[in-house]
């Protein structure tokens, strides 16, 4: 596979049980194709930090198990 660029999305929503569910979207751009994931870590304050560390450059070619 080939990234050419990603892009990270904030969701936030308020729950009936009185926290905030957060998670991220995680966008992966390639020349012909965009793949999408999900982080999905209850704790508000990790989503924050995968943001905040994710500034890594993943522009490049991978095999799957590489890139994973």
């Known amino acids: 596979m080939t990234v050419e660029s990603y892009s990270l999305a904030r969701h936030e929503q308020s729950t009936s049980s009185g926290f905030d569910r957060v998670t991220t979207t995680v966008a992966l751009h390639g020349p012909e194709n965009t793949g999408y994931g999900e982080d999905v870590t209850y704790d508000a304050a990790d989503h924050d930090g ?19």
Not at 50 to 68: I, K, P, R, Y
Request: aromatic share 16%.
């Open 50 to 68: 995968f943001q905040n560390e994710h500034e890594m450059d993943l522009a490049g070619s991978f095999t799957v198990d590489e890139f994973s």
